[in-house]
């Protein structure tokens, strides 16, 4: 009887052959390292392994940051001190970027040049008479102005920068706008590398005094400024630059951002200075701008006539008499409630409007279709300081123009009959109540605040129709 094995062993009848374990067979252990490394995997599994591998990072490195920190994550960096190593080197570092830039930057030279050879390579359009070039134009005047001027303008030529443009049936792009965007683009990168550099932290933001030592050295290349007497060119400065800060730090922080300033239309208006005025102007067109000497000196006399006490700052009385009494006494309350500050002079209670206080007021009044200046308005509208208008509200506030108004000999009106025409004109969402995004969104919130807080403003509503014609009656005779 065969009882034996192949190999001559003897059969183990004590019970079956006990097996090694899967995880100490060879195979598998070279298997799971093949596989661990990643070799052996497909794309998708690779990707989930690196996926992992990623999230796993972050979490330790998560981890390590918070218990470095705390309970609460820095969110502060100190700024370097000054005359430190730190402080100097980011000088440098500051000063070698903002030279590289500028010497990146297109001179009046080549401006010159490249209008030269913008008029030299282009075609008249028969029809209008206009310069034109279509896109092959374009890139051959792209490499004359190279060989000419350098690769410094090179970017100006982009496929990009000719689909801005509006093109006629051919194709092609009038000369005029594109060299007009070259300068506009190369004055607004001139004007950012000079407030850069009056940065003195930094930090994206120029204060009131660095705003100030800008507009001081741009004095010498304003022709309307030429003749600026040197004892006013302090104030002048001044009052420029807090129109910048109006409009561009409406949160009162004491800076203004420079790339909302570059944006803002301030600094458009600014340079209208530059151009020479051939004819006379009057003295009512230069004051229309801002930052003309005339405007500058114009406020200056208004606030020294309303200072009767001449104490260089204005009480509510005094202030009354601007724009000839013609302002209510209850909007004048309201702006000493909201925009003044209580004041030592007189006592503990006294509130006196500063100078800076005054261009506040001057600039809202002036700009008050604009949301910063209605903005200022609706905060003395708003009464009860609860951020919205109910018609008890604008019944109160139209109550002293209308008193202003009969004492002003004109006709009886309805005061229920003006407060139904407001809540016609903004239309506001909820009809019970008037907010300043209704005011913003009605576009006619300038002229909404006028009727509620001068007389003047009314009377200009009141006959808006006479006052479009005899505007429009000198337009036929010319």
Known sequence: MYSGSSDGEGHDSSGPRKIPPVSSMLWVRNLRRYIGSGAGLGSESLMELETKRILLDMFKEKQQKSSEAGTIPSFYKKKPEEGSISHRVQRLAKYRFLKKQTDLLLNADDLDAMW??????????????????????????????????????????????????????????????????????????????????????????????????????LIPNLAQLRDIPAAFVQMYCRIAAHKFFFFCDPHKRGKACIKKVLLSNCLQELMELHQESEEEVTDTEQAENWFSLTSAQRICDMFLALDKDTNGTLSKQELREYADGTLTDIFIERVFDEHVRRGKIGGGNAREMDFESFLDFVLALENKDTPEGLTYLFRCLDLHGRGFLTTADTHTLFRDVHQK??????????????????????????????????LLACKQGGTVASMLIDVRGFWAHDNRENLLQEEEEPQEEA
């Open 116 to 217: 030269l050879c913008l008029r030299e390579n282009c075609v008249i359009d028969d029809a209008t008479g206009a310069e034109k070039m279509n896109y092959e134009d374009f890139c051959h005047i792209a490499s004359v102005c190279t060989e000419q001027i350098g690769p410094k303008c090179r970017r100006f030529f982009c496929p990009s920068n000719f689909m801005k443009f509006e093109k006629d049936e051919s194709g092609r792009i009038a000369i005029l706008p594109f060299y007009l965007y070259v300068m506009r683009t190369v004055s607004l990168t001139q004007a950012r590398i000079d407030m850069s550099e009056l940065d003195e932290d930094s930090d994206g933001f120029l204060q009131p005094h660095e705003m100030e030592f800008y507009i001081r050295g």
């Open 405 to 438: 108004w009969i004492e002003g000999g004109n006709y009886e009106l309805c005061i229920e009959d003006v407060r139904d025409e407001i809540w016609d004109m903004v239309k506001p969402a909820d009809p019970l109540r008037i907010t300043l995004a209704d």
